[in-house]
C-alpha cells in the first residue's frame, strides 16, 4: 500500500513539475515541522473493482485521456524512505535520488508534502556535523547546486538558498532565488563570475538585484566589482549579459590610449554582427586626434563537412606630426588576408583552396594596429586560390585552375598569375599488358599529356589594380608531351631514356626596328596568334652501391653503413634557329643582329644553337649502429650520421671553352637527438677568374691556385630544446606565419591589439594548466638559430653573413613565465632586434608586458584583463606606438 501510494503522489508532483530548476533550505528530518491534522484518507480504491469489465458493454466512442505520466519515475535512498500519513509527507533520506525524464534531482534528503503541494529539498550532517550532499538539479545541460530548496510543484513558484548554477562561461551564486515560473528567476544578493571556484573566486560582480532567463540573459542593477574580496571603484548602474549559446550581435567597446606621434586616440571600436550560425562580421575602427584612422572588417564563415575560412580587410589613414611643418607626412595602407579550406570528404573529386595575403607593401612596417617583427621583417607576401577537379576517365585527367601573388616589399615589385590552368592526362602505356608485370624497354614505353596556360601580370605597387598593369599582362599555352621508357642494365643499373616534345602559343610577339629619330632600337608588340615547336632528348643512368663497415658486436659503435647513388644523364637540344630574324643596330645598316620574336616570353624562346650537356651526380648518405643505453633493449640502436652529402656538375660540349660548370656541394645532417639541424653548402669552380673578375678558360691549379676555387659556402644550424613534455602544449604563431612572418618566436611574439585574449607565450592557459604542485624542474623552452655565409666570387674572401638568434621561455613559478628574443649580427657588430615578455596568470585573469627596448621599432605594452570572451571588454592596457618611420 505504501509503495502504490508512494508513486501516485510522485505522478501527482512530476505531472505539475514540468521544467523546473530550482532547490531549497537545507533540511533535517527534526526540522520538518507539519502541524498534525487529522488524517483523511484521499486514497480509497478497490483494486477489483477497477478488474471489473462487462462484456456487454460497447466501446466507448470517447478517446481515452493522455496519460498522466510521460515516462517512468526512479527513486532510491540509501538510509531509507518513508511515508508519513499522518504529516502527509514522503521522505527519502541519505543521497537520495529522483529521476523523470530529463530531470535529475540528488539531495541529501528530500521531502515532500503532499498536502501543501510542496518539495523540500536540502543537505543533511554527517558525523562530524558538517553539511553534506548537497542539492544538485539537473535538466538538459542546465546544472544548478543550491544549499537547499523550497517548492511549489502546482504554482511551480520556489525559494532557493545559495544557488549555485553555470551558464556557458558565467558562474552565479545568490543568497537567496526566488522562481517565478519556468523561465524566470529573481535573484538577492547575488554575485556572478567567470572563476572556476563559485565560492572563493579571485574577482565577482556584486549586485543585489538579477533577473535571470537562464539560456538567454541576465539583466543587473547597481553592480560592483570585487577583486580579492575587496570592492573597487568600479561600477555599473545596471548590465545585460545575453546567455544564450548562440552569437550575439553587440557593441565592441574601443581602447583608449595615447601616442607620442598622434596624440590620443580610441583603437579597436566597433560593432559586431552574428548573421547566422554559418558566418558573422566585425566591423572596427581607429580615431587619432591628429586625423589618423583605421578601418578593418573581419568575418569568419564556415559549413560542418563543408568548407570553412575567414576574411580580414584592413585599411589605415596614417599622418605623422602637424600640417604646415616640414616633417609632415599622409599614407595609405591596406591588406587582405583571405583564407579557405574545403572539406575533403565532401567531394574528394573537386577541391578549392585559398590563402590571400596581399596589400601595401609597407603595411607591417608601418601599421598601427599590431606588432609582428617576423611579418616586418618578412620580404615577400604571397598569395594562392587554387580549384582542381580529377576526371575519373580512363586514363585520368586532372585539371587544376590557380591564380597566384608574389610581392616584394623592399622592391615593391609584384608578379601575378590570373590565371594559370594546368591540364594532364595521366601516363598511358601502349605497349603494356592490361594485367601483369611491366618489364622490359618495349612494355615500359609511356607517354604523357599536360597543357599549362598563363596570364602573367608584373607590375608594381603604385601601379596595382591600374589600367596599365593588365595592358603589360602576357598570356600563353604550352603543350608537353614527353615520351618515355625505362629498363635494366645488367641488373644493377637502372637506365631511362625520354624523348620530349613542346609547342608554346602566345597571343603577343615582337618585332625590332631601329628608329633613327630616337637613334635607338625599338620593340614593337604585335598582337595576334604565334607559336614555335620544340624537341630534345634525355637519357639517364644509375645504380645503387651499398657498403657496411663492421667494428664488432662488442664495440660501442657496431658498424657504419654507406649509401651511395652515382647517376649520370645526358640531355640533347637541337638548334631552332628558323625562329631568329635579323634587324639592324645602327643608322647605317652595318651591324646586323639577330632576335627572336618569342623574346621575353612567359614560357621562353627556341634555342639559337645546340646544347649537349652531360651531368654527373653523387648522393650519400651514412648510417650507424650503437649499443643501444637502455640495457632492456636487445637489437642496437640505429642512428644518421648524415642525412645527404650531395655532388652536382655539367659538362657542356657544346660550348668552345669553360666546359664545367661550378660544382656544387650540399649536405644536412641532425644530431642531439634530432634537435639540431645542420644544413651546409659549398661552390667549387675549376676555372680561374682575371683581375676583372671573369671567368678564363684556365683551370685554377694551372693559374697557380688549388684545384678547386671557393667561390661561395654557407652554414645554418637551428636547435630546438625544452624541458621534459613542456613543449607538447606550445602553439605555432599561425597568424605570425599567415601575415608572412615565422611559426616560432626567434623574433618575437606578435601582437594584435584588436584582439587580447590569447597568451603571448602561444600556450593553453586555461585554469587547469597550472592546477598540480609546481614541479622541481622549472619548465622551459630554447631555440637558437645560427647563419654563417662566404663569399669569394671575385676575390673578396670575405665573412658576408654571421649571426646568430635565440628565444628562451621559462616558466618561474606556476604562474608567472618570462622570455625574450633577441640576437647578434658579428659582421654588422650590433645586436639584432631584442624583445622581453613578462606574463602572469591571475587564473581568471591574464596581465603581460612586453617590451622592445631598441632598435627601429621600440615598444612597450601592458595588459591586464579578464580572459573569458564574455568580458574580454573589462581590461586596461597601456602602451607606446613602435617607434617607426614612415619611408
Request: charged share 25%; proline share 3%; aromatic share 12%.
Amino acid at each position: 500500500m505504501h509503495t502504490n501510494l508512494f508513486n501516485i503522489v510522485l505522478l501527482a508532483f512530476f505531472l505539475t513539475i514540468g521544467t523546473t530548476k530550482t532547490y531549497s533550505q537545507e533540511l533535517t528530518p527534526k526540522s520538518i515541522n507539519v502541524p498534525a491534522e487529522k488524517q483523511q484518507d484521499t486514497l480509497n480504491v478497490n483494486a477489483k473493482d477497477l478488474l471489473k469489465v462487462s462484456d456487454t458493454i460497447k466501446k466507448d466512442s470517447i478517446k481515452p485521456k493522455k496519460a498522466l505520466l510521460e515516462g517512468k519515475i526512479k527513486r532510491k535512498a540509501v538510509d531509507y524512505e518513508k511515508i508519513d500519513q499522518k504529516k502527509k509527507q514522503i521522505t527519502l533520506y541519505n543521497q537520495a535520488e529522483l529521476y523523470y525524464l530529463d530531470i535529475e534531482l540528488k539531495a541529501g534528503i528530500i521531502v515532500m508534502d503532499y498536502e501543501k503541494s510542496e518539495i523540500y529539498a536540502g543537505r543533511i550532517k554527517d558525523s562530524t556535523g558538517k553539511y553534506t550532499q548537497a542539492p544538485v538539479f539537473k535538466q538538459g545541460t542546465n546544472v544548478i547546486e543550491p544549499d537547499s530548496i523550497r517548492f511549489n510543484y502546482k504554482t511551480k513558484k520556489a525559494l532557493v538558498w545559495n544557488s549555485r548554477t553555470e551558464q556557458g562561461e558565467f558562474r552565479i551564486k545568490a543568497e537567496v532565488t526566488k522562481k517565478e515560473n519556468d523561465s524566470v528567476y529573481f535573484m538577492k544578493g547575488a554575485r556572478f563570475t567567470t572563476a572556476k571556484d563559485i565560492d572563493n573566486p579571485e574577482y565577482y560582480f556584486q549586485t543585489n538585484r538579477v533577473k535571470f532567463v537562464p539560456g538567454k540573459k541576465v539583466v543587473v542593477g547597481v553592480t560592483n566589482l570585487v577583486i580579492a574580496d575587496v570592492p573597487t571603484p568600479i561600477g555599473l548602474p545596471f548590465a545585460f549579459f545575453p546567455m544564450t549559446e548562440k552569437s550575439q550581435s553587440g557593441i565592441i567597446m574601443p581602447t583608449f590610449n595615447d601616442t607620442r606621434l598622434r596624440g590620443y586616440s580610441l583603437q579597436n571600436g566597433g560593432y559586431y554582427f552574428a548573421l547566422s550560425d554559418n558566418y558573422d562580421l566585425a566591423l572596427l575602427g581607429d580615431y587619432y586626434t591628429n586625423g589618423s584612422y583605421g578601418m578593418r572588417v573581419e568575418s569568419n564563415y564556415a559549413k560542418r563537412y563543408k568548407y570553412r575560412g575567414n576574411v580580414n580587410l584592413r585599411f589605415e589613414n596614417l599622418i605623422n606630426s602637424e600640417r604646415g611643418y616640414p616633417d609632415y607626412s599622409k599614407t595609405n595602407i591596406y591588406n587582405i588576408q583571405w583564407s579557405h579550406s574545403k572539406d575533403g570528404k565532401s567531394n574528394p573529386n573537386s577541391r578549392f583552396s585559398a590563402s590571400v595575403n596581399l596589400g601595401s607593401s609597407k603595411y607591417f612596417q608601418q601599421s598601427i594596429n599590431q606588432v609582428n617583427i617576423g611579418s616586418t621583417l618578412n620580404n615577400t607576401l604571397s598569395s594562392s586560390i587554387s580549384y582542381s577537379k580529377t576526371f575519373n576517365s580512363v586514363p585520368q585527367v586532372n585539371m587544376s585552375l590557380t591564380a597566384t601573388h608574389s610581392q616584394n616589399t623592399q622592391t615593391q615589385e609584384i608578379n601575378m598569375t590570373l590565371p594559370s590552368l594546368q591540364l594532364s592526362v595521366d601516363r598511358i602505356f601502349p605497349f603494356a599488358p592490361k594485367d601483369g608485370i611491366k618489364k622490359g624497354i618495349i612494355k615500359n614505353i609511356n607517354l604523357q599529356y599536360s597543357l599549362k596556360g598563363e596570364n602573367r601580370i608584373k607590375t608594381t605597387d603604385s601601379l596595382f589594380f591600374k589600367p596599365q598593369m593588365f595592358r603589360d599582362a602576357k598570356a600563353g599555352f604550352q603543350h608537353s608531351i614527353p615520351l618515355s621508357t625505362n629498363f635494366k642494365i645488367f641488373k644493377y643499373f637502372s637506365a631511362s631514356a625520354s624523348a620530349n616534345y613542346n609547342e608554346v602559343w602566345y597571343l603577343k610577339t615582337i618585332k625590332k626596328n631601329f628608329d633613327a629619330f630616337e637613334n635607338e632600337v625599338i620593340d614593337t608588340d604585335v598582337n595576334g596568334f604565334d607559336a614555335f615547336r620544340t624537341y630534345s632528348f634525355n637519357s639517364s643512368l644509375g645504380t645503387t652501391i651499398y657498403g657496411t663497415f663492421n667494428f664488432g658486436e662488442d664495440k660501442k659503435i657496431k658498424s657504419i653503413r654507406h649509401v651511395m647513388r652515382p647517376g649520370v644523364s645526358y640531355s640533347y637540344t637541337p638548334s631552332f634557329e628558323k625562329y631568329y630574324d635579323t634587324y639592324a643596330a645602327d643608322g647605317s645598316g652595318t651591324i646586323i643582329k639577330e632576335y627572336t620574336r618569342f623574346e621575353n616570353g612567359i614560357f621562353g624562346a627556341p634555342g639559337r644553337g645546340n646544347s649537349n650537356i652531360v651531368s654527373f651526380d653523387l648522393s650519400n648518405t651514412f648510417e650507424a649502429k650503437v649499443t643501444d643505453k637502455d640495457s632492456t633493449k636487445t637489437e642496437p640502436k640505429k642512428i644518421m650520421l648524415l642525412n645527404n652529402l650531395n655532388f652536382h656538375t655539367d659538362y657542356n660540349a657544346t660550348v668552345d671553352s669553360l666546359h664545367w660548370s661550378p660544382l656544387r656541394i650540399s649536405g644536412g645532417t641532425r644530431i642531439l637527438n634530432e634537435k639540431m639541424n645542420i644544413n651546409f653548402a659549398t661552390t667549387l669552380d675549376p676555372y680561374a677568374i682575371d683581375n676583372s673578375g671573369r671567368r678564363i678558360d684556365t683551370y685554377n691549379i694551372n693559374n697557380g691556385g688549388s684545384l678547386f676555387r671557393m667561390t661561395s659556402s654557407n652554414m645554418t644550424l637551428n636547435y630546438s630544446m625544452s624541458s621534459k613534455d613542456y613543449d607538447t602544449d606550445k602553439k605555432e604563431n599561425t597568424q605570425g606565419l599567415r601575415n608572412g612572418g615565422r611559426g616560432d618566436d626567434l623574433f618575437g611574439t606578435n601582437t594584435d591589439f584588436s584582439d587580447r585574449r590569447d597568451s603571448q607565450f602561444g600556450e593553453d592557459d586555461g585554469e587547469d594548466a597550472v592546477s598540480e604542485f609546481f614541479k622541481a624542474t622549472l619548465p622551459w623552452d630554447m631555440t637558437l638559430a645560427y647563419s654563417l655565409t662566404y663569399s669569394n666570387n671575385n676575390r673578396e674572401n670575405k665573412i658576408t653573413g654571421n649571426s646568430i638568434m635565440i628565444s628562451a621561455n621559462v616558466d618561474l613559478t606556476p604562474k608567472w613565465k618570462v622570455g625574450a628574443s633577441s640576437g647578434y649580427d658579428f659582421v654588422q657588430k650590433g645586436v639584432t632586434f631584442t624583445q622581453l615578455r613578462f606574463e602572469r596568470d591571475l587564473l581568471s585573469w591574464r596581465m603581460d608586458f612586453n617590451w622592445q627596448p631598441f632598435g627601429d621599432y621600440a615598444f612597450w605594452g601592458f595588459f591586464i584583463g579578464i580572459k573569458s570572451s564574455v568580458l574580454s571588454d573589462i581590461k586596461w592596457e597601456k602602451r607606446t606606438s613602435p617607434d617607426k618611420q614612415l619611408r
